[in-house]
């Protein structure tokens, strides 16, 4: 089945660095396009960036760009997400998702990991 | 602050007819499809409605979208207890070059 699985958040302190990777299995992943979306204790969803299948697309909400870098291994079916200068508004749990972007359904995010929590705190 | 308007929370007694609103504007609900998100407790968003108002394989059809102009709803029939989630809209917007939520909807089942 599809599956996807996050692993690499735990507690940092503010200006560190931490990086994220998810492992996908079950569909062809160099097929499909992947996000990553966060939600802060408490609160809602944001997305924060996606990457095309080839990995020659990106795109980053304002909230992260110049500090998160979005990356994928097809070989290993896996996508990373890079966060540096982390402050205490990045602390959420991140989620991957896979992203139905190419097939013009532009916020289709299905299914999603587990997730995985980032802390940002001194 | 989202530029997608839900309300904070929704409420039923079983076998109800519950309804939640997406309200936004012409960048984006106004020019591209909706999505639902239903989020229980503790566990991953899963996807709900795709397209405005097409159902994912899985998915109970008394689940159901709809969009209209600058506004959708996700309409629940037959409310269950089961159905005590979050649910999220998410939409592109074509001013921001990418997608956004709403808020999200606590939907409270009496």
């Known amino acids: 089945q599809v599956q996807l699985v996050e692993s690499g958040g735990g507690l940092v302190k503010p200006g560190g660095s931490l990086r994220l990777s998810c492992e996908a299995s079950?569909?062809?992943?160099?097929?499909?396009?992947m996000s990553w979306i966060r939600q802060a204790p408490g609160k809602g969803l944001e997305w924060i960036s996606y990457i095309s299948s080839s990995g020659s697309t990106i795109n980053y909400a304002d909230s992260v760009k110049g500090r998160f870098t979005i990356s994928r291994d097809n070989a290993k079916n896996s996508l990373y997400l890079q966060m540096n200068s982390l402050r205490g508004e990045d602390t959420a749990v991140y989620y991957c998702a896979r992203d139905y972007f190419a097939s013009g359904s532009y916020s289709r995010f299905d299914p999603w990991g587990q997730g995985t929590l980032v802390t940002v705190s001194s | 602050q989202s530029v997608v308007t839900q309300p904070p929370s929704a409420s039923g007694t079983p076998g109800q007819r519950v309804t939640i609103s997406c309200s936004g504007s012409?960048?984006?609900?106004?020019?591209?499809?909706v999505y639902w998100y239903q989020q229980v407790p503790g566990t991953a968003p899963k996807l709900l409605i795709y397209r405005s108002d097409q159902r994912p394989s899985g998915v109970p059809d008394r689940f159901s979208g709809s969009k209209s102009g600058t506004s959708a709803s996700l309409a629940i029939s037959g409310v269950r207890s089961e159905d005590e989630a979050d649910y999220y809209c998410a939409v592109w917007d074509d001013s921001l070059s990418g997608p956004v939520f709403g808020g999200g909807t606590k939907l409270t089942v009496l």
């Open positions: 079950g569909f062809t992943f160099s097929d499909y396009y």
């Open positions: 012409s960048p984006n609900i106004g020019s591209n499809y």
